[in-house]
């Protein structure tokens, strides 16, 4: 399948290239013109999970990867499970945070070190990447002792919870993270800047695995198919999905399952107080405030980056406006949320509560609800366990980095700077 630039549609590449290049001319995002429906959606929910992702993802990849290869990268990457737990009549809990760092980010990032690593050449590669939190870790662990790849991490300075940053700071060899004085708009205008510089752009092969990437994209289309096949198959057209949300990547992931043919009933983006979205959709104005620090700080973004992609899928027609609705959530309500849930046996954190508040309020009598959890809660361990007034036990794979020396380089939000960081 053919991408095409949203800025530029003169540029048409293919997956590769849209792949290494993270980026369009013009800053653009890449994008397929027009998702083609799968016809056979019944049968590929009947199917074991590998090889359904197969089913959903040549269609994607095909030009550039061929089926052998693709299923050993989908082996690799989807190699740990995404269950549905039930948590109250009606309501589930996609469980996405089963991964080496326990968050939703590992399937796309693993996914899309897998397919840049296919698509290697002997030049080198720098992934530049921008975090509010858990791309960092999810990235930094998905490339760590690739050849030939260069990672550099950019996240603001003490705005994400420790324990978040020593997922991604604590790695050595080819992963270099620098604390940036700034917020993480700050930290997403200084990767714009370096992609806007066409000469550092080739020197170093500078690439992003922002959700910008469409690779980490398509990854995610496939737990939205994963977590539909695990309802009864009666109350999966009845489906109402809630995505907490940031940068819009895992929603716009959500809306291409549903315009594959997906029977999603409809989607609720879920926001903490940075809500652009949400205002945007119930009165049409687009206009961005500063960015707020909330307790759920991976969705602390004004200015969403894969906005332009939802907005292109609704404006071509392949998406109805009209089953999407915004709702957002500010901190009192957030922790309430995780009070309530906590109460009823189940054990959450900031951003999964934001998601369950919007079926909370919305969701009728003959509708199941799915709420995306995107990260397992010991990452949020401090505010979960002030809230909810009690301790968390920290996993393994947590623990284990929380005792390691923070490795990370103290920078001023300036271009300049971080370009000779990057040159040197
Ligand atoms: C990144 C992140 C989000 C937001 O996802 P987007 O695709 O950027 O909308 C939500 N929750 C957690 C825990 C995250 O790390």
């Known amino acids: 399948m053919k991408l095409y630039n949203l800025k530029d549609p003169e540029q048409v590449v293919d997956f590769a290239t849209a792949v290494r290049t993270g980026l369009g001319n013009n800053r653009g995002l890449f994008f397929p013109r027009s998702i083609p429906p799968l016809n056979n959606i019944n049968e590929l929910l009947n199917m074991p999970v590998l090889e359904r992702n197969q089913h959903i993802l040549r269609a994607f990849v095909s030009d550039n990867i061929d089926d052998q290869a693709l299923q050993q990268i989908i082996e690799e990457t989807f190699s740990f499970p995404a269950p549905l737990v039930q948590v109250e009549d009606h309501i589930h809990c996609l469980e996405l945070f089963h991964g080496p760092t326990l968050a939703f980010k590992d399937f796309g990032a693993r996914f899309m070190a897998r397919c840049l690593q296919h698509f290697a050449t002997e030049q080198k590669i720098t992934i530049l990447t921008a975090t509010s939190g858990d791309t960092g870790a999810a990235v930094a662990h998905a490339f760590h002792g690739m050849d030939n790849i260069e990672v550099v991490i950019l996240f603001p300075k003490g705005k994400i919870s420790e324990l978040q940053q020593k997922m991604f700071t604590t790695l050595s060899g080819n992963i270099r993270t620098v604390a940036i004085e700034g917020d993480f708009d700050d930290c997403q205008k200084l990767v714009k800047s370096c992609f806007d510089d066409p000469q550092l752009v080739q020197a170093v092969g500078l690439n992003s695995a922002n959700s910008i990437n469409v690779s980490r994209l398509f990854a995610q289309i496939c737990y939205y198919f994963d977590g539909l096949a695990q309802l ?127 079926l909370h309020d919305s969701l009728q009598p003959d509708e199941t609800g799915v709420f995306l959890g995107t990260a397992h809660p010991a990452k949020f361990k401090s505010a979960v366990e002030e809230i909810l007034d009690t301790e968390l036990d920290l996993p393994q794979a947590i623990a284990d980095c929380a005792r390691l020396p923070d490795l990370s380089v103290d920078m001023p939000a300036d271009y300049a700077a971080l370009r000779d960081l990057l040159m040197s």
């Not at 489906?239 to 997906?262: H, Q």
């Not at 405030?289 to 071509?316: C, G, H, K």
Request: hydrophobic fraction near 40%; include cysteine.
């Open 232 to 358: 009864p198959a009666a109350q999966r057209d009845q489906t109402v999905v809630a995505v907490p949300s940031g940068n819009f990547g895992n929603l716009c992931a959500g809306i291409i399952a549903k315009t594959l043919g997906l029977p999603i009933k409809r989607f609720i983006a879920s926001t903490n107080l940075n809500d652009t979205v949400p205002r945007y959709l119930q009165d049409g104005v687009w206009s961005p405030n500063n960015t707020v620090e909330t307790l759920s700080n991976a969705m602390d973004v004004s200015r969403p980056n894969n906005w332009p992609r939802i907005e292109y899928l609704m404006t071509s027609g392949q998406f109805d406006r009209s089953l999407l609705t915004g709702l957002a959530v500010d901190e009192a309500k957030t922790a309430d949320t995780l009070r309530h849930l906590f109460a009823q046996g189940y054990l959450s954190e900031p951003h999964a509560a934001v998601a369950y508040q919007g």
